[in-house]
């Protein structure tokens, strides 16, 4: 296994362009409107999930590639909300939150301004001041946002542990994909309970340093149901996808 550099760049800016995102890995290429750079920059990296308009940070190395020329190769990905107007409507617009396209996007957003992310998560019931958002529409758009939010929970919880965002991306789509024994319709809900248990204290993550056997052990996740010990972590019995493993 290759190890990282010692020392990481770090680069932050606007998502311009998603050129590329697999949603299976979570690998992607994006263009940035980074400040104090004229033209666009292209980072290369991880994310569960990007739209136009979101702002990127990141940390990891630049690279000059023959084809594309200068790039921005990442180890660590960090996806958040928007803050201006024109990036918020552009990312209700884009369809990650569920039940909002591009028309309720820019009602919401000229209704609510840059307050429209506050009004969605604390007061819900103001979603139905706009015409043609009914109940129905409205709990969709309230739940699509926070199935966002637990995501961007997940991934800084894994990234504050060492692990990559491009592991972290592997470890939450494993996640995702399994079934809730005890509460199946609930995906945010058993996310959540996975963000505190697959990782509990019982269990912590190894260090960098951990061979590759113990590393593919400790981040499988904890199933309550069936678990056996193996070097004294608990690791689950159904392992993950042998792409995201360390060899």
């Not at 940390?59 to 960090?78: C, I, L, P, Y």
Request: aromatic share 6%.
């Amino acid at each position: 296994m290759s190890e990282a550099p010692a020392t990481l760049d770090r680069l932050a800016g606007l998502v311009e362009r998603v050129t590329f995102h697999n949603e299976q890995n979570g690998f992607c290429v994006l263009r940035l409107k980074v400040k104090g750079e004229r033209e666009l920059i292209t980072l290369i990296g991880h994310a569960p999930v990007v739209s136009p308009g979101e702002y990127a940070s990141a940390s990891g190395n630049w690279v000059t590639d023959r084809e594309h020329g200068r790039q921005f190769r990442a180890v660590f990905v960090k996806i958040s909300p928007p803050t201006t107007l024109t990036g918020i409507e552009r990312y209700l617009g884009s369809g990650m939150v569920k039940g909002i396209g591009p028309v309720y996007a820019g009602k919401l957003v000229k209704s609510f301004g840059a307050a429209v992310f506050d009004v969605i998560e604390q007061s819900p019931e103001r979603l139905r001041e706009i015409p043609g958002i009914r109940e129905i529409r409205a709990r969709k758009i309230t739940s699509g946002w926070a199935d966002q939010k637990v995501i961007r929970s997940i991934m800084v919880f894994l990234h504050a542990h060492g692990v990559s965002t491009s592991r972290a991306v592997c470890i939450f789509k494993t996640m995702a994909r399994a079934p809730s024994r005890s509460s199946p319709k609930t995906p945010t809900a058993s996310l959540t309970t996975f963000a505190v248990s697959a990782f509990s204290l019982r269990t912590p993550l190894p260090r960098r340093s951990a061979s590759p056997k113990i590393l593919r052990c400790a981040l499988r996740p904890v199933s309550p149901m069936r678990s056996r010990k193996h070097r004294g972590r608990v690791t689950a019995g159904c392992p993950m996808p042998s792409w995201c493993l360390w060899q």
